[in-house]
């Protein structure tokens, strides 16, 4: 019999199917993964959890060559909304491409669509050098569009001539996007790759073996156009390449942005093709994580190579880049590091070296791990795959190092041979020397109590996941930790606990949504009730939490927490009488906890950002808050005073400060204002939604500018600014920010 905590789905027999097949060894996992079902139809649902509208899903059962027509058809799928289809016969395991509407591909691979036929899409998890390394009858490639134009169609050529249909189907690539496509080994490997394009001639890449080199990328026009005749009589090619004609000395002007977590040392850029890098562009300068710095130069034509050095040695170069049309320069970045490489020396910088975390990651699974990323919270990309060619065994582990941010936090996922992925959010890799995975624990939540104590079993019933579950004796001041630890309870999935006996029957329940909503439930008789249904039920339309924003410029653009509109299918305005205005969100950082919407066609009064001297906030300054808490229950406008008691946020965070204005829930992303009405930071967070803490008072925390700065500057959105002037009364404050700051409604 087949026993163990787990995470399961309510069918019960499923479930324990389910739990016990995990626990089979290697060779009898497989066999029942190999048996061929009764043909039948399964129902699977798309969750799309990414940052962009689901454009294109295609859906092909493994070992496909083509993925085939796009499940979605003119329809769409709006970011936190779902998406259901069907798919027939004996077949579970599927391969998934799911296109958004900027560009970006998403790919899964052999997927079990029979026994978890709902798939939470995240808008990130791209093609890895693991997944084109596996072997197989079918092989795949990527093709990377970094023409300037969008590439419409997509043909494979044989060397007798055979052409293939076009691969990418209803879609295609855009500008920056990339494609994962697929062929068949034993048709060979070499292929001319035909492309054409929107508003340009078409282009060839000629005898590409898609067996050792599998990346094709189009660049600015340095591959030989495509031949006009038929494929069976193929004109001849010279060996001219077609490029732009240079232009004359002209001045160049964009910002590098460096979206990664580690500094960028030095800069190189050089007329495309030219055999020496040059001078430094940077000088004596860097470019810190996530920071941003403004280029000019003497430019002759258009195209260009550019290449970064990080702090680890690790390089970024791309070839022909059109500096012409390119205002923002986008380095992704690595987000940890194996060294330490060359770096500047300035007096300034000597002595904050970022520190290095150690982390071993433990296979308690009974398959190879192929591939490991480790990301910072804060960073959409998961980088590179720090295995290589490397594998962790069953019962092995190994050592990864990444480069410490402000905040610690991190986000771990592993993909076992097969496919199959496992992962670990907003892991703390300051205070975490081990993240096990596989094994018992892959589905298991721990919920810290003995073995043999009361089991309890608490099953979502409500609309959207559980981040946060704490259970504590009724007699005991604090939540202690979150049961649920770096994992998610999905709706229809159920968590069992042991409690220890001497705890008693009377316990205390707090639930955390994934959108930040909590609720609380006292005195629950766990005796009685040993079983109990859970979470937010809601109804579409319905409001399922408040919140606070207010206008940052002219032009409607609203400022708010990421909790705040996370999860929410609509955020909204709340007007008097019961109107709401719908807002359009811009863009969201879970680390920095930020968004940005706007209201569109309006015309707003902002708040102005402090600038100057002085940005951030002293030690002392007197604040103000102005906000919509507990709405229900207060109705309008809320003002509150303090000062600023810390300039760190909890556990050290830097990005965050402390006050000691009385906060409420619905506060969160208000402006914090100075003495004279200006915005220095953002409200987010009580003490008691970190520690747990239930009695502290007056312990709340703000985000500092520059993050918030560094936020709107990667969407492009630019705040009204003013330097601080002579103090005013509250009161003043208040009327002065009234029409600025505005409720926020979270509907279902």
Known sequence: MCSMSLIVRLSAPLALATACLFLLPASDAEAQRRRPRAAESTEVTIQNRGNATLQYLFVTPVGEVSWGDDRLGSETVARNRSHSFTIEGEQCRHDIRAVYENGREETR????????????????????????????????????????????????????????????????????????????????????????????????????????????????????????????????????????????????????????????QYLYIRPRGASGWGPDRLGNDTIAARGSFQLSMQGRGCEYDVKVRFDNDREDIRNGVNLCETREYVVSGPAFVTGRGERKQRPTERAGQPAISQVAIINEGDRPIESLFISSSKISSWGEDMLGTNRIQPGGRFTARVERDDQCNYDLRIVYQGGREERRMRQNLCQRQEVAFGGPNAFRIDG???????????????????????????????????????????RRFRLELRLPEEGGCKWDLKIVYEGGQTSERRDQDLCATPEMAIGRAGRPGQVASTGTGFYINENGHILTNHHVIDGCATVAIARPGGQRVPLRLIGADEGADLAVLVQENATSTPLRLRNGAGINVRGGERVVLVGYPARSQLGGVNVTEGIVSGLRGALGDQSRF???????????????????????????????KISGERTAQNINFGIKLDLVRTFLSANNVTPAEAEAASPLPTSDILQNSDQSVVPLDCLE
């Open 109 to 264: 691979f052999g997927l079990d669509l029979c026994a978890r036929p709902e798939v939470t899409l995240n808008g990130r998890t791209q093609t890895s050098t693991a997944d084109l390394q596996r072997q197989g009858p079918v092989a795949l490639y990527v093709v990377r569009n970094r023409s300037g134009n969008s590439l419409q169609t997509l043909k494979l050529v044989s060397p007798n001539g055979d052409e293939s249909d076009d691969v990418l189907g209803s879609s295609i690539i855009e500008n920056g996007g990339s494609f994962t496509g697929r062929f068949q080994r034993s048709a060979g490997c070499t292929y001319d790759i035909v492309a054409t394009f929107d508003g340009a001639s078409d282009r060839t890449i000629s005898g590409r073996n898609l067996c050792t080199s599998r990346e094709v990328v189009f660049g600015t026009g340095d591959e030989a156009p495509a031949p006009q005749a038929g494929r069976g009589d193929r004109q001849e090619r010279g060996s001219d390449r077609e490029r732009p004609e240079a232009s004359g000395s002209q001045q160049l002007n964009f910002v590098i942005q460096n979206r990664g977590a580690i500094p960028i």
């Open 448 to 490: 810290g109590g003995p073995d043999n104590g009361r089991r309890v079993v608490f099953t979502n019933n409500g609309r959207g996941d559980i981040r946060e579950v704490y259970l504590t004796p009724v007699r005991d001041s604090h939540w202690g930790d979150d049961r649920l630890g770096s994992e998610l309870l999905p």
């Open 658 to 688: 402390q006050y000691t204005a009385p906060t409420q829930p619905g506060n969160s992303g208000g402006p914090v204002l100075d003495a004279s009405g200006l915005v220095v930071g953002v409200v987010v967070s009580q003490i008691d």
